[in-house]
C-alpha cells in the first residue's frame, strides 16, 4: 500500500446532529527498546516513497476557515444535553425516524448475519463513545468488565482491531487484551499480535508486551514525531491558563480537549491552537466530539488502517470477507466510507443517540448496545458449528 498526499481540507468537522427545530506529559512514548525504536524510525524516514512530501500551506487558510465557523464546527461537534435524553418524546420520534435511514444493527441483525453467511468477518471498533462511554475526564474513559469480556470472547472467533485517535499504548492499557490488533493515532501506530505479522515491507518486528513476544509495528509517521514532539509543548505552554483545557499525548497526533472548557472560552482555545500550528505546515487540524486534534499531512487515516489490516490478514479485496466496523466520530466516517464504497465491501455501524449524517448502513444508539451487538455476533458463530 503506497501513502500518497492527501487533498483534503486543513480543518474537518464533525456531521453537525439532525434535529427537529491531561493535560499530559509525554511518558514511556515507546514501549519497546530505544535502540528499536530508533532502528524503526531511521528505517521509515530513509524510505523515499512511504512519507509524502508536503507543500506549504497557503497563508491565511485557518483565518479563513475560523471566520466561516470554525466556532461553529467546535459548538456541534457535540450535541446539547437535551437532544441526548432518551426520555424526550420529541427526540425518541426523530431517533426513530432517523432508523429508517440508519437501521439498529440489533434489530435487523438476522438481516446482516443473512450476508455473512459463507464469509469470513472480520471486526473493527473504536474505542471512546464505542467500547466505552465518553467521559468528563478522558484519563478515566475505562471500558466495563462486562464489555472487555465481550470483546475477548468475539476476538475468538474474528480477526479483531481496535482503532482509535488515541495512542495506541494508551488504548492497550484501557483494553488488556494481548489477541487484539491495536491502531492507535488514527491508525498511524499499528500493532499485531504477538506472532502475527503485518503483511508490509516496512512494518518492524519488536519486543513489546509485557511476556516479551515479539511482535510486530507499523508506522507510517515516524518521522514526524520530533515535530510533534515540539507542538504538544507548545500548546501545553500557551493553554495551561485556560481552566478546564487538557492536552493529551497520543503520539502521532495531540488532543486538545475543551469538553470542560467554558463555553466562552473555546474562542481563546481556538486561538492557540491556531497560533501554535500555523507555523507547521506539516500538520493539520481536525475536529472531533469537543477536541481539536493535531496531526501529520499524510495520506493515512482509519479507513486506511483497516485497509492495510486487511492487506495484512490477507482478506483485501476477497468475496468472502465481510468486515464491519462500529465507531462513533467523525474519523470512523473515514472507515464506513472505504468499506461502503471500496472493494472491501463491509458494513459501518455508527454509534450515536442523536441523529447525524454518516457513511455508515446500520447504528446502534450507544456502547450497551455495542456489548450485545458484540455478544450476538459471538452467539451467531457458536450457533453455525
Request: net charge neutral.
Amino acid at each position: 500500500m503506497d501513502i500518497k498526499s492527501g487533498h483534503s481540507s486543513p480543518v474537518m468537522t464533525d456531521s453537525p446532529p439532525i434535529s427537529n427545530s491531561r493535560l499530559t506529559i509525554r511518558q514511556n512514548r515507546l514501549p519497546y527498546s530505544s535502540a528499536a525504536a530508533a532502528a524503526a524510525a531511521t528505517a521509515l524516514s530513509q524510505n523515499n516513497n512511504l512519507l509524502l512530501t508536503v507543500p506549504r500551506k497557503k497563508t491565511g487558510i485557518l483565518d479563513d476557515v475560523k471566520s466561516n465557523g470554525w466556532l461553529d464546527a467546535m459548538k456541534s461537534s457535540s450535541p446539547p444535553p437535551t437532544l441526548v435524553n432518551k426520555d424526550n418524546d420529541a427526540t425518541d420520534m426523530t431517533y426513530r425516524e432517523w432508523t429508517l435511514k440508519y437501521p439498529s444493527a440489533l434489530t435487523t441483525f438476522e438481516k446482516i448475519m443473512s450476508f455473512a453467511k459463507g464469509k469470513r468477518i472480520a471486526l473493527f471498533l473504536d474505542y471512546d463513545g464505542t467500547l466505552s462511554p465518553i467521559v468528563e475526564e478522558p484519563d478515566c474513559a475505562y471500558m466495563s468488565s462486562a464489555m472487555r469480556t465481550a470483546v475477548q470472547n468475539v476476538a475468538k472467533y474474528f480477526p479483531t482491531a481496535i482503532i482509535s485517535g488515541r495512542s495506541r499504548d494508551k488504548v492497550y492499557e484501557f483494553v488488556r487484551l494481548s489477541e487484539l490488533y491495536y491502531a492507535g493515532s488514527h491508525g498511524m501506530d499499528i500493532m499485531s499480535p504477538a506472532g502475527e505479522s503485518l503483511n508490509h515491507e516496512h512494518s518492524r518486528t519488536v519486543s513489546v508486551n509485557e511476556q516479551g513476544k515479539d511482535v510486530n509495528l507499523f508506522q507510517p509517521a515516524s518521522e514526524f514525531l520530533p515535530m510533534i514532539d515540539k507542538v504538544l509543548c507548545s500548546l501545553i505552554e500557551s493553554t495551561k491558563d485556560i481552566k478546564g483545557v487538557k492536552v493529551e499525548d497520543n503520539k502521532f497526533c495531540i488532543s486538545v480537549h475543551y469538553r470542560n472548557v467554558e463555553e466562552k472560552n473555546w474562542s481563546l482555545v481556538a486561538q492557540c491552537v491556531d497560533e501554535v500550528i500555523r507555523t507547521y505546515p506539516k500538520l493539520r487540524l481536525t475536529h472531533g466530539r469537543k477536541v481539536l486534534e493535531i496531526r501529520p499531512v499524510i495520506d493515512w487515516d482509519k479507513g486506511k488502517a483497516v485497509t492495510f489490516l486487511l492487506e495484512s490478514l490477507g482478506l483485501n479485496n476477497c468475496e468472502d470477507v465481510l468486515p464491519i466496523y462500529v465507531g462513533d466520530d467523525r474519523t470512523d466516517e473515514d472507515a464506513f466510507k472505504v468499506l461502503r464504497d471500496g472493494p472491501n465491501h463491509g458494513y459501518g455501524v455508527l454509534v450515536s443517540a442523536v441523529p447525524k449524517d454518516s457513511n455508515a448502513f446500520y447504528s446502534l444508539r450507544d456502547p450497551s448496545e455495542v456489548m450485545e451487538f458484540l455478544k450476538s455476533l459471538v452467539t451467531w458463530k457458536r450457533s453455525m458449528g
